[in-house]
C-alpha cells in the first residue's frame, strides 16, 4: 500500500463528481433535467456492478455446493404479495412540511420533530397517513381491477413460490439454499444520498432453507460467511458492523435480524440483513396457494415446513459502498495531489492499462499487439495521447490497478515497465512473463484483503 499522506476527508460531494466526470453514474434522463431517484450506469458504472454481482454470485454458488441460481419474473400473481403481507402492511407513515410541500417518513425524522410535530425547518407537519411502497399496474389490454398486478418491491418472494420446483427439478436436500439477483421497486416516499436509496434498485438474496431445529446454527453461519465476503473483496473492515434489530425492530415475519453496517460519508447505513424469518414465507403461501409446501425428509420420514435464514443485500448499494471504500486523495512526492480509486482488482473496471511511451518508431504498433493479448485475460484500456504521467493519473482515477508501458527498450530486449496503482511502484519484465505476473499480483492482493 501507498505510504502517501490522504489531504482531505472524503465527501459525497467527491464521489458524484468523480462518477459522473469518469463515467460511473449519470443522471436519468439527463438531458430533460433528470428523474429524481432514477440513475443510469455509465461505461464504468456497468462494469463495476457487474463485477461486484459476478463476485457475489461466485461467493454464493461456485464456491457453495448447496446453493443454486434462480432468476424469476418482475410481474407475479398479485396474490403472492397479500400472501407476502406487502398489500396489507407494506407501507411507511408519511408526513408532509405545511409550507415548503417537502415531504418526510415520519419514522426517520427525529424525536423531537414529532414531539413537537415539526419539520427540520421548523414548520408545521400534517397528520401522519399511511404511503404504499408498491407500484401498481395493469397486465393486459384492459384496466380494471381483475388486471392489477405490482411491480415486485423485492426478489425474495419469488424464490419461496419457485421452491417446491427447484427441490423436485434439482435433486437439492436440506438445509440447500436459492440465490437469485434481480431488480425492486419501491416508491420511496424520500430518496436520497445519491444511488444508496432510489425506487428502482437490485438485490442480491440467498435464501437458505433449513431443518427448523437448525435455524440459530445457520443464521450464526451465515451472519459470519456474509461478514467474512466483505474482508474477501478487500473492503476496510473498520468500516464494516453488525447491528442486530431490537424487538421492537423486527419484521413481522423475523425470528431474529441483523444488519451488516457500512460506514458511508453521510454515516453508519444499511447495506445487508440476515434474517431468520422462520416459516412465515412458506406457510402464508400454503395457505393463499392451496398448495403443499411442506418438505420430506427421506431418511426419517418427516413432513416439516422449513425454515428460512435470509441473506439480503443491495446491489446498487453495494456500487456506492465500494466507490466510497476505495476513493481516496493524497499528496505524492512531488506536492501535488492524487486521485485514486483502490478498487480490489477483481471489481476494477479495467484490471490493465496499456500505453506506448510515444506514438512513433513502431511502439504504438508494438503496444497494441500486447494490449491484444492482455484482452485475452483481463479487462484492458489502450491509451497513447498525452504525457505518461498523465496517463497514470487517469487510470488511477477509475481505479485500474497495472499500467504497462511500451517504450524503446521493449524494442531492444522485450521487456516493459508494470506500474502498480497502488504503491506507484515500476518493475521491470518481460513480456512473456506479463500475463503471469498480473495474476499473480491478482492472487497476492486477494490474501492480503482476507
Not at 411507511?92 to 409550507?99: I, S
Not at 416459516?279 to 427421506?298: A, P, Q, V
Not at 456500487?319 to 505524492?332: N, Q, R
Amino acid at each position: 500500500m501507498s505510504e502517501q499522506a490522504t489531504v482531505n476527508p472524503q465527501t459525497m460531494d467527491n464521489i458524484v463528481s468523480l462518477c459522473k466526470r469518469r463515467g460511473f453514474v449519470f443522471g436519468s434522463s439527463d438531458i430533460y433535467g433528470g428523474l429524481a431517484s432514477a440513475w443510469d450506469y455509465g461505461p464504468l458504472g456497468v462494469e463495476l456492478k457487474n463485477r461486484i454481482q459476478r463476485f457475489w454470485w461466485r461467493e454464493m454458488t461456485q464456491l457453495h455446493d448447496d446453493i443454486v441460481g434462480l432468476d424469476a419474473a418482475i410481474m407475479m400473481h398479485p396474490r403472492v404479495w397479500e400472501a407476502s403481507g406487502h398489500v396489507e402492511s407494506f407501507a411507511d407513515l408519511m408526513v408532509e412540511d405545511t409550507v415548503t410541500n417537502e415531504r418526510f417518513r415520519w419514522d426517520h425524522l427525529p424525536q423531537e420533530n414529532r414531539a413537537k410535530k415539526v419539520s427540520p425547518a421548523g414548520n408545521p407537519l400534517s397528520e401522519p397517513k399511511e404511503f404504499n411502497l408498491m407500484f401498481k399496474t395493469h397486465l393486459g389490454p384492459v384496466q380494471e381491477s381483475s388486471s392489477v398486478v405490482y411491480l415486485r418491491p423485492e426478489t425474495a418472494q419469488g424464490i419461496y413460490v419457485n421452491y417446491k420446483n427447484v427441490v423436485q427439478t434439482s435433486r437439492v436436500r436440506i438445509p440447500f439454499g436459492i440465490a437469485q439477483v434481480g431488480k425492486a421497486f419501491r416508491n420511496e416516499i424520500v430518496t436520497k444520498n445519491f444511488i444508496f436509496r432510489t425506487c428502482e434498485f437490485e438485490q442480491m438474496e440467498m435464501q437458505f432453507f433449513v431443518h427448523p431445529s437448525e435455524d440459530e446454527k445457520w443464521f450464526e453461519y451465515w451472519k459470519q460467511q456474509r461478514i467474512e465476503s466483505y474482508r474477501r473483496m478487500g473492503i476496510n473492515m473498520d468500516r464494516i458492523r453488525f447491528q442486530q434489530h431490537g424487538p421492537d425492530e423486527l419484521a413481522h415475519y423475523a425470528k431474529d435480524a441483523f444488519d451488516i453496517q457500512f460506514l458511508f460519508p453521510f454515516g453508519w447505513q444499511e447495506l445487508e440483513g440476515i434474517h431468520n424469518r422462520t416459516d412465515f414465507d412458506l406457510r402464508r403461501h400454503s395457505e393463499y396457494s392451496g398448495k403443499d409446501l411442506s418438505y420430506l425428509e427421506d431418511t426419517t420420514g418427516e413432513r416439516y415446513l422449513p425454515y428460512i435464514i435470509e441473506t439480503s443485500a443491495g446491489l446498487t448499494r453495494s456500487v456506492l459502498m465500494v466507490l466510497s471504500d476505495a476513493w481516496e486523495e493524497e499528496t505524492i512526492a512531488e506536492g501535488d495531489v492524487r486521485t485514486v480509486l483502490r478498487f480490489h482488482p477483481e471489481l476494477a473496471p479495467i484490471t490493465v492499462g496499456v500505453f506506448p511511451l510515444v506514438k512513433k518508431d513502431g511502439l504504438a504498433e508494438l503496444a497494441r499487439n500486447i494490449e491484444r493479448e492482455l484482452r485475452q485475460d483481463f479487462a484492458t484500456f489502450y491509451d497513447q495521447g498525452g504525457a505518461i504521467g498523465r496517463r497514470y493519473r487517469r487510470q488511477d482515477e477509475i481505479g485500474t490497478p497495472f499500467c504497462v508501458t511500451i517504450d524503446y527498450e521493449t524494442k531492444e530486449n522485450n521487456t516493459v515497465t508494470l506500474r502498480l496503482r497502488d504503491s506507484m511502484e515500476q518493475v521491470r519484465i518481460p513480456i512473456a512473463e506479463l500475463s503471469a505476473r498480473i495474476r499473480q499480483s491478482i492472487k497476492e492482493y486477494q490474501r492480503v484483503g482476507a
